[in-house]
């Protein structure tokens, strides 16, 4: 009977010991990725810190295009579509569309 009982004991200390090494196993995979998501975490997080001073620097750098502010201003003070074109070197169609914008503010 004693002998039934180490026995019993022998296997489940052997079950216990495989489980534990099974979950160690499984607590280091666990880590691995871990860290593995917190490199991808860091490295996202690195290119929009880039892509968002990418995009301060155009803001910063975008200036409006002389020539249109110069159609844009004439527009306002009642210049012709055909004045705009030759004094601002602008296309018939930009001009038409500047002054349908300015229309389109005016009814606003």
Do not use: F
């Not at 200390?13 to 880590?31: I, P, R």
């Not at 990418?54 to 502010?69: A, F, G, S, V």
Request: net charge negative.
């Amino acid at each position: 009977m004693q002998g039934e009982s180490l026995k019993q004991i022998k296997q489940k200390l052997d079950s216990t010991q495989l489980l534990h090494s099974k979950s160690e196993q499984h607590k280091e995979y666990l880590q691995q990725l871990i860290s593995q998501l917190q490199t991808n975490q860091q490295q996202q997080l690195d290119v929009i810190t880039e892509l968002s001073n990418k995009i301060l620097m155009l803001e910063q750098n975008h200036e409006p295009n002389p020539l249109y502010t110069r159609a844009k201003k004439m527009i306002e003070l009642g210049a012709e579509l055909e004045e705009v074109i030759q004094e601002c070197e602008i296309s018939r169609a930009e001009a038409e569309l500047l002054i349908a914008m300015q229309k389109q503010t005016k009814t606003a």
